[in-house]
Nanobody
């Protein structure tokens, strides 16, 4: 069974940075498109960033220029570097893997941006 485990969340002040990691296991990691989603309390889960198996990236408008997604296929890791964090970035961040009809979710990691 494919497993995705996120880490790196925490409490940070506005303007600060965090780097999230997502470790994949029991999967051919390189063939998957990898994504980060986030869900704030009482809101829907939204797509934040995507990196395809071919290393193309895409970002939500709200994070463009502040967040960067990358991957290390050898280590089966995907990262989300988050800079210039704002209170509205507060959410649970989820890692998502997809390949054709196969999709998998991690358990999420909490990011809280507050002064």
């Amino acid at each position: 069974q494919v497993q995705l485990v996120e880490s790196g969340g925490g409490l940070v002040q506005p303007g600060g940075s965090l780097r999230l990691s997502c470790a994949g296991s029991r999967m051919t990691f390189s063939i998957y498109d990898m994504e980060w989603y986030r869900q704030a309390p009482g809101k829907q889960r939204d797509l934040v960033a995507t990196i395809t198996s071919g290393d193309s990236t895409n970002y939500a408008d709200s994070v463009k220029g502040r967040f960067n997604i990358s991957r290390d296929n050898a280590k089966k890791l995907v990262y989300l570097q988050m800079n210039s964090l704002k209170p509205e970035d507060t959410a649970v961040y989820y890692c998502h893997a997809k390949f054709r009809t196969h999709t998998y979710w991690g358990q999420g990691t909490q990011v809280t941006v507050t002064s």
